[in-house]
């Protein structure tokens, strides 16, 4: 690895790069991929349980004022705070899963880039763009966004898409169901 490999956005190493090029170049390079993989479970999971919450809230909110709805109140209200715990659980391992993983991936890049540092000669580092500066820049604010990617960005992301897939399949089939009852 050279530090253009392991840095290509720092102001040294300017190219445009797409998303699924930044994954299949860093992927490889991520330490504990299963603590990767399993925050993407629990993200898919949180993001399940926007549109369950929803639903039932919908359904406790018609049957609460119903005079023989009270056992569908009583069930629907007890699965309403299940969900809700199951959500902050997720909430809580996605982000220790994803900040764990992205913390360990940091300190690697980290590492391996000193390394790569302390293996030039005195002439690499007297040039100006190889300043102390710079590569310091390089070493902690660089590895840092790269943290900030897996650890917070990649969460949200996969709750966001799995959120909104999974609210439009589940409105899709509720209204296909009523649609079909009306015809």
Partial sequence: YTLRTLFPYTTLFRSQMTLTA???RYYPTIPNKSFFWLGIFFSVGVGAMTPV?????A???TNIGNPSGNPIVVRTALLILLIAFLDGMGTFLK???FERCAMEWACA???RAFALVTKQDKAWLDAPENSTGKLANMLIKDTEDARTLVGSVAGYLVVVV???VIGLVWAFAVGWE?????V
């Fill in 109 to 111: 890049l980290r590492v």
């Fill in 95 to 97: 982000f220790y899963l």
């Fill in 53 to 57: 919450f929803s639903s039932l809230l």
């Fill in 22 to 24: 930044i994954a299949k």
């Fill in 178 to 182: 009523d649609r079909k009852s009306v």
């Fill in 59 to 61: 359904k406790l909110m």
């Fill in 162 to 164: 799995s959120m909104m």
